[in-house]
């Protein structure tokens, strides 16, 4: 099997998104992790570019013994000294140098000519291999570089002693066939190609950098540089986790390869980045994106109990994911809600399920995120309430600053609808003195109190109260997304009970 290297660029490419700088503490922290996480180089910034950025290297290099430091530098003697002077104290250090070769770049950006550029390059590599022997080489927009050029650069960059060749999509231009006849042809016109290994840089402009770098490692490439959570310059470059668990997963197409990261540590490492970035992770987002694991449609659902590979390519403990997560939501079905309410210790007969299951329909058409203690409330009124006299069947409230609250009442008696209209002082004091009418209860209220269950702006409302009706004093509680409703189920559910004093 052979080895892919994990060139990891979050310090450096993924640093250059716009908003994602880091200071070097951040940085320093990040390359823990990514120790942890197995990376085999890491690119721990651009030393010439600021102060901050030497002394991240400067420190990553003083502190990460098993991973090699990698330093960017264009092809100036000032950037190369500060790259070797920020790596100096590295075990294994590497000095990353890029030189555009590309037409349109040599026209606008350089304005020089192909031999000139080839010499830049070459007196470059010569100056950086001085202080360090390992040379990374970028011809930055390879992959809009004319062919013929690319061989001659790569040809006397590898000449000059560059241990490693870097094909740089810049601008995500690519696309998978084009990158392995790139990588290919490279293989079969640089005539010293073997003395130097292949990789690949590539950038997500048109959504193909993960596609991009695995073709280039099936032509021959065996270095893909990465970031975690794909952050990078514009629409970013490829994501670690995604490179890395496609090699993993797709055994029957990569099987001849392998990586050293540790998978396990690869939602913590995700997580460490986004939060020091403060760049969201999409919820979408392939493998640490929130929603990778979870399922809400009760078809998948229902297929995932029977056997979780049914809907799930990767085992999320693979990733450092505790488990995948059943979410449940109006496309759920009745094999999660039951499995749910199982693994939280419920055991209702069919007919509780049932109304259990139509009242969880009900509030998900309501409430976006339904939580445990949702469901707990739904099942404790189920088994509280066997045979209600009282069902609430309709309400209707009006209430402002201008207008005395009214409410309309219609409840369900064995069957029978019963309606009653009323105005109070508030929608709820309205809603009770209907709800007397109709039951023709002089009810009078001893407690009242309202709290949110669960999270968030759509939380379900729980409202408990004490109603004394001739001396009797008895309790209810009820709930509901409307606290208004929360408070008519509460006063239905003492009227409910059993009178015993
Ligand atoms: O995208 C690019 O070309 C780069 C180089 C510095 C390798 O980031
Ligand atoms: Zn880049």
Same mark, same amino acid.
């Not at 940085?27 to 823990?32: D, G, R």
């Not at 590309?102 to 000139?116: N, P, Q, R, T, V």
């Not at 402009?205 to 514009?234: F, K, M, Y």
């Given at each position: ?15 250059? !998104? ?104 070459? &007196? ?46 810049? =601008? ?63 629409? *970013?470059? !490829? ?15 990569? *099987? ?92 209702? &007969? ?21 939580? &445990? ?54 929608? =709820? ?23 949110? =269950? ?6 379900? *409302? ?40």
């Amino acid at each position: 099997m052979e080895k892919i290297i994990i060139f990891d660029t979050t310090l450096r490419d993924g640093e250059q !998104a716009p908003g994602a700088s880091l200071n070097p503490q951040q940085k320093l922290e990040i390359a823990f992790q990514l120790e942890k996480l197995g990376v085999d180089v890491i690119e721990a910034g651009f030393p010439i570019a600021s102060a901050g950025d030497f002394q991240a290297v400067k420190d990553i290099s003083r502190k990460i013994k098993k991973a090699v430091i990698c330093g960017l530098a264009r092809c100036l003697k000032p950037d190369i000294v500060a790259a070797h002077k920020a790596l100096m104290a590295a075990k294994h250090p590497r000095i990353h140098l890029f030189l555009a070769t590309s037409k349109i770049h040599l026209k606008y950006k350089f304005k020089k000519a192909e031999d000139e550029i080839l010499r830049i390059a070459k &007196d470059a590599i010569r100056l950086a291999r001085k202080h360090c022997a390992d040379i990374e080489f970028s011809p930055e927009d390879a992959t809009r570089s004319d062919r013929a050029f690319i061989y001659r650069v790569v040809e006397t960059a590898i000449n000059e002693g560059a241990t490693t060749i870097n094909i740089p999509d810049t =601008v995500g231009y690519s696309y998978p066939q084009e990158i392995y006849s790139l990588i290919t042809d490279i293989r079969n016109n640089v005539s010293n190609i073997e003395k130097a290994v292949i990789a690949i840089h590539c950038h997500d402009d048109l959504g193909l950098s993960t596609a991009n770098s695995l073709s280039a490692i099936l032509a021959g490439a065996r270095q893909v540089h990465c970031t975690v959570n794909g952050i990078g310059e514009r629409a *970013g470059n !490829a994501s670690l986790e995604e490179v890395v668990m496609a090699l993993a997963t797709r055994k029957d197409v990569f *099987g001849d390869f392998f990586t050293q990261i540790n998978t396990k540590e690869i939602y913590r490492t995700s997580r460490l980045v986004s939060n020091l970035t403060d760049f969201v992770v999409p919820p979408n987002k392939a493998i640490v994106g929130k929603n990778a694991f979870r399922h809400e449609s009760g078809i998948h659902q229902d297929a995932i109990l029977k056997k979780r590979s049914t809907y799930e390519i990767m085992d999320p403990h693979d990733v450092g994911i505790s488990s995948s997560q059943l979410v449940l939501g109006k496309h759920s079905g009745r094999h999660a809600f039951s499995d749910r309410l199982k693994k939280m210790g419920f055991n209702l &007969d069919a007919k509780q399920l049932n109304t259990a299951f139509m009242r969880f329909k009900d509030m998900a058409d309501k409430k976006k995120d339904i939580y &445990d203690d949702d469901l707990r409330i739904i099942v404790e009124d189920e088994v509280r309430i066997i045979h209600p006299v009282w069902k609430l069947e309709s309400f209707e409230v009006s209430s402002g600053t201008k207008i005395k609250p009214k409410a309309l009442v219609v409840l369900d008696k064995k069957g029978k609808l019963l309606t009653a209209q009323s105005s109070g002082d508030g929608p =709820v004091d309205a809603c009770f003195k209907a709800l007397d009418k109709i039951t023709n209860l002089k009810a009078k209220l001893e407690d009242f109190r309202l709290e949110a =269950v669960t999270s968030g702006k759509d939380a379900l *409302g729980q409202v408990s109260l004490k109603l004394n009706t001739r001396g009797v004093v008895v309790s209810g509680r009820g709930s509901s997304t409307d606290i208004v409703e929360a408070a008519i189920k509460a006063y239905l559910d003492a009227v409910n009970k059993p009178k015993s004093k």
